[in-house]
């Protein structure tokens, strides 16, 4: 077993424990609620809440690690997963470190720079977050409204940015990408519920596989 194989090893027993405590931890404090001091909503409204949840979110149970996986290793995405902010933080600064490192996506050099650009990101925004509780009122408060519209800006900025890095290396896949999204929205809206996962689960995937044929076709060419 080389370094690297041990280091999984390690990781995996580490990020299967925080895991796990990061779920009882999660259930705490409706636990305390519920059972110390007798605040429930009833079955059925947390089962209600439960599927609404469901159908937003529950397509990127499926997508995500196969998505962030060749950018950010094992390691990362139990730091990502268990951290959160992983689209709108750890991706984009996983990403950054790879460009910066040299490093390719999919190699166990790459994983190590992704999971190195996670835990940046992840002491950072606690750094940041800390600054936001104890004085973000007040300086927000202070700034003009044209600034605080600009704010708004900064995920669809970061999304674009992401993608940007991807597609400039196969344009075909991006323009693929960009237009089974657009035909998937369009799609989803004649649907009763507008079940949106929909669009994600059939991006995702089908990008995936058109990335794949089109490597195919670049390795056979070769």
């Keep these: 077993m080389n370094i690297y194989d041990e ?3 390690d990781i995996t027993k580490i990020g299967r424990f925080t895991m796990l405590l990061g779920l009882v931890v999660s259930f705490l404090p409706p636990a ?3 059972w110390g001091f007798g605040f429930n909503p009833g079955l059925g409204a947390i089962i209600a ?8 979110s529950g397509a990127f149970y499926f997508s995500e690690p196969i998505s962030y996986f060749p950018i950010v290793g094992r390691a990362g995405l139990y730091m990502g997963f268990l951290s959160g902010n992983l689209v709108n933080m750890r991706i984009p600064a996983a990403v950054s470190a790879l460009e910066g490192s ?3 996506s999919g190699t166990d050099e790459g994983a190590i720079m992704g999971t190195i650009g996670i835990g940046v990101s992840i002491w950072v ?35 674009g940015g992401v993608f940007a890095q991807f597609a400039i290396k196969s344009p075909k896949t991006g323009a693929f ?17 507008q079940p ?9 995937f ?3 596989a058109f990335a794949k044929n089109q490597l195919s076709k670049q390795i056979d060419n070769k």
């Design 7 to 9: 280091y999984i090893k």
């Design 32 to 34: 305390v609620m519920t």
């Design 49 to 56: 809440g439960a599927i609404s949840q469901i159908s937003v």
């Design 102 to 104: 040299g490093y390719k």
């Design 125 to 159: 925004g606690i750094i940041f977050l800390l600054l936001a509780v104890f004085a973000g009122q007040t300086v927000l408060s202070a700034l003009p409204e044209s600034f605080m519209k600009m704010l708004s800006l900064i995920i669809p900025a970061l999304f």
């Design 177 to 193: 990408a960009l237009a089974i999204a657009f035909i998937m929205t369009k799609i989803v809206a004649f649907i009763p519920g």
């Design 196 to 204: 949106s996962f929909i669009v994600t689960l059939v991006a995702v």
């Design 206 to 208: 089908s990008t995936i």
